[in-house]
């Protein structure tokens, strides 16, 4: 059962600015987070940790719980995570899906990109300030390992703001609702196939989960032969629930955890009112079902206005023709206790390749107070002064290694031990290096600004683009800071013809959606579409089958910003690269992102202070140290925790 947080109106409402400005400085705190990430089994004898009724996949779970435990914050708070590796086998970085990290480029936990991974049975801290208000996530951010429970929600709220202060008003409550495919092969295990030849698609997921529970639908069979089900497999046992009270509003945080499939959420009886996305509050749009792809986030208002009961809230999926359905019980307080039949009068959802639902929601998603974000200048940029992207996504095979891979304008994004951030930084203090953004990164690939080999995007791809000849290496845009950067996502066929949706997230920023369509995005005319008054402002946004998006946002922030598709299975192939804005502006990085380069990870490299404040028995092991301030960066001596 969902407990939910009664939401109050600030007491500084009614003080001056000044006064408001100096409470809120004296009220912000430390708020610290003890995670211990282990590899976990759900069995016969302890079905407990099964999600699904299914049994013996093997899970990472932070603190036993899938999905992981939130983190809570307001604006202002420093947010501390100490982050222990307990799993013998698997690395691992923990990315704050959302929070830009402004000003603190090595805390973003992008493995290969701001940090080395952490390696088995080691300890890490990430140590930040807080700046992004709203409804955000956290995950793992090596190959797939998030979609086997390493994900949890983050809630940021903002005293200060006048809008949340609006928003906050118009609900009594408020709950989070995480969605997630979920396959009975780990991550490790569909990587493999995707790295293999002959290519081996990862295919549909098993369950849908919402908000860690859900139903493998065979378990419920008469026959279970040849399945591992727990035995007391049913809805009510599985299936979570969120219970309301009569006559109230609720505030439900919706977070697209999911690997592969966008969906449509709908609730039985109900209609929704989206309020914020991502951190921006909107203008209140009212929907009866509400796309949402992988990685993005909204808050919808629902109000408790039927006959006490128990309503179903469903997902069904977008943009790929099956996949399972999922489920999570709106419970009225004092409804009479009931069956849960999974095959009764379920919500409405539009068809699968039907686009006008997700084009009505992007016509209507409106920032509220686009002057209240210090970036809303770049959507009155003067015409010559916007630097253009345009982006093909597409595949190809590299015939050199034998694999199907994902591509941006024909570069391959591929990861090395060397964190781009340091290989940047190192290359900008090079003695004789030519000023950013002329300076030569060795061993990395430069995208190019327009696809080299340009064609009509509805048609199937150009051989010269289908088989892939490009360079290898960590790929990347240099940006100049202050940059007016405008990238156009322009989808393409795959290899088979067939048209994919895809999920884009930007690293370190957010952006403005200025505009979309369909078919290949003409330069002269199609920016006459934009809504430059007052688009949404968010982190990640969709690019539909055979579409368009387009997206404006200002280079703001020195450091290396991941940019690649969130479905794992598309990222890890290549689909993605990042951008490089004014490393020459860099703190130097903090041994923690050194620590693979420089085989640091070992004991007797600890400082000689630490080296003496330590016992000798927790010498095992040295934890890197994320901080906000790269110069306070420092090492500690830890604990191996095998058992």
């Known amino acids: 059962m969902v407990i939910f947080k009664?939401?109050?109106?600030?007491?500084?409402?009614?003080?001056?600015?000044?006064?408001?400005?100096?409470?809120?400085?004296?009220?912000?705190?430390?708020?610290?987070?003890?995670?211990?990430?282990?590899?976990?089994?759900?069995?016969?004898?302890?079905?407990?940790?099964?999600?699904?009724?299914?049994?013996?996949?093997?899970?990472?779970?932070?603190?036993?719980?899938?999905?992981?435990?939130?983190?809570?914050?307001?604006?202002?708070?420093?947010?501390?995570?100490?982050m222990i590796n307990e799993s013998p086998t698997d690395t691992l970085s923990l990315h704050f899906h959302g929070l830009t990290m402004h000003g603190q480029p090595y805390v973003d936990g992008t493995?290969?990109?701001?940090?080395?991974?952490?390696?088995?049975?080691?300890?890490?801290?990430?140590?930040?300030?807080?700046?992004?208000?709203?409804?955000?996530?956290?995950?793992?951010?090596?190959?797939?390992?998030?979609?086997?429970?390493?994900?949890?929600?983050?809630?940021?709220?903002?005293?200060?703001?006048?809008?949340?202060?609006q928003l906050e008003a118009m609900y009594d409550a408020?709950?989070?609702?995480?969605?997630?495919?979920?396959?009975?092969?780990?991550?490790?295990?569909?990587?493999?196939?995707?790295?293999?030849?002959?290519?081996?698609?990862?295919?549909?997921?098993?369950?849908?989960?919402?908000?860690?529970?859900?139903i493998f639908s065979p378990c419920l069979g008469d026959s279970t032969e040849g399945l591992s089900c727990a035995d007391n497999c049913s809805a009510e046992n599985y299936i979570k629930a969120i219970e309301v009270e009569a006559g109230k509003t609720y505030r439900l945080r919706i977070i697209a955890g999911t690997e592969l499939v966008g969906v449509n959420f709908a609730i039985q009886g109900?209609?929704?009112?989206?309020?914020?996305?991502?951190?921006?509050?909107?203008?209140?749009?009212?929907?009866?079902?509400?796309?949402?792809?992988?990685?993005?986030?909204?808050?919808?208002l629902v109000k408790a206005d039927q006959e006490p009961g128990n309503y179903w809230g469903t997902t069904a999926v977008r943009y790929r023709s099956t996949a399972p359905t999922g489920y999570i019980n709106?419970?009225?307080?004092?409804?009479?206790?009931?069956?849960?039949?999974?095959?009764?009068?379920?919500?409405?959802?539009?068809?699968?390749?039907?686009?006008?639902?997700?084009?009505?929601?992007?016509?209507?998603?409106?920032?509220?107070?686009?002057?209240?974000?210090?970036?809303?200048?770049?959507?009155?940029?003067?015409?010559?002064?916007?630097?253009?992207?345009?982006v093909v996504g597409t595949q190809a095979n590299d015939k050199v290694l034998g694999q199907l891979r994902w591509t941006a304008n024909n570069v391959t994004m591929t990861m090395s031990n060397a964190p781009i951030i340091v290989s940047a930084y190192d290359a900008a203090a090079a003695d004789g290096a030519a000023l950013w953004p002329d300076t030569k990164i060795p061993g990395t690939v430069v995208v190019p600004d327009r696809p080299p080999t340009p064609w009509n995007y509805t048609e199937p791809v150009q051989d010269s683009v289908g088989t892939?000849?490009?360079?290898?290496?960590?790929?990347?845009?240099?940006?100049?800071?202050?940059?007016?950067?405008?990238?156009?996502?322009?989808?393409?066929?795959?290899?088979?013809?067939?048209?994919?949706?895809?999920?884009?997230?930007?690293?370190?920023?957010?952006?403005?959606?200025v505009g979309h369509g369909f078919g290949t995005f003409d330069d002269e005319t199609d920016p006459a579409s934009y809504n430059l008054e007052n688009p949404v402002r968010r982190d990640t946004a969709s690019v539909l089958p055979l579409g368009w998006t387009a997206i404006r946002f200002k280079a703001n922030n020195p450091g290396a910003w991941a940019f690649h598709c969130t479905q794992p299975s598309h990222a890890v192939m290549g689909m993605g690269f990042n951008f490089i804005t004014a490393p020459d502006k860099l703190e130097p990085p903090p041994l923690a992102a050194r620590s693979c380069l420089e085989n640091s990870l070992v004991p007797g490299t600890e400082t000689e202070t630490e080296s003496e404040n330590m016992p000798a028995e927790k010498s095992s092991a040295l934890v890197p140290r994320f901080k906000a301030a790269a110069v306070a960066v420092t090492v500690l001596v830890g604990l191996s925790l095998l058992g």
């Open 6 to 82: 009664r939401t109050t109106t600030s007491a500084l409402a009614g003080l001056a600015t000044t006064l408001a400005s100096l409470a809120a400085v004296a009220e912000s705190k430390t708020v610290e987070y003890a995670w211990s990430l282990k590899p976990r089994r759900a069995q016969a004898k302890d079905p407990s940790l099964s999600p699904d009724c299914n049994l013996d996949r093997l899970m990472l779970l932070v603190n036993d719980q899938f999905p992981g435990p939130a983190i809570e914050a307001n604006v202002g708070d420093t947010v501390k995570v100490t």
């Open 111 to 165: 493995a290969s990109v701001t940090q080395c991974a952490s390696p088995p049975m080691q300890t890490q801290v990430y140590e930040f300030n807080v700046s992004d208000s709203g409804t955000h996530y956290w995950h793992g951010h090596v190959s797939m390992e998030r979609a086997d429970g390493f994900q949890g929600p983050i809630i940021i709220s903002d005293p200060e703001s006048d809008d949340e202060k």
């Open 174 to 214: 408020e709950a989070t609702v995480f969605l997630q495919d979920y396959y009975h092969l780990d991550g490790n295990m569909r990587r493999t196939g995707l790295d293999t030849s002959p290519f081996i698609w990862i295919g549909n997921a098993q369950t849908f989960l919402i908000n860690g529970g859900g």
């Open 270 to 300: 109900h209609n929704m009112t989206v309020v914020e996305v991502e951190g921006t509050v909107v203008e209140p749009y009212e929907v009866q079902n509400l796309d949402i792809m992988p990685a993005q986030r909204y808050s919808v």
């Open 330 to 390: 709106i419970k009225y307080k004092d409804a009479p206790e009931a069956n849960l039949n999974l095959d009764g009068d379920l919500p409405s959802h539009p068809a699968w390749d039907v686009t006008q639902p997700s084009i009505d929601l992007e016509n209507n998603l409106f920032t509220k107070t686009p002057s209240s974000f210090d970036d809303a200048d770049v959507l009155s940029a003067a015409p010559d002064s916007i630097r253009r992207i345009i």
């Open 468 to 513: 892939y000849n490009g360079d290898r290496g960590p790929s990347y845009i240099a940006l100049t800071e202050g940059e007016v950067v405008e990238i156009v996502l322009q989808n393409a066929r795959a290899l088979n013809e067939v048209a994919e949706m895809h999920s884009w997230h930007l690293h370190g920023h957010s952006f403005y959606v």
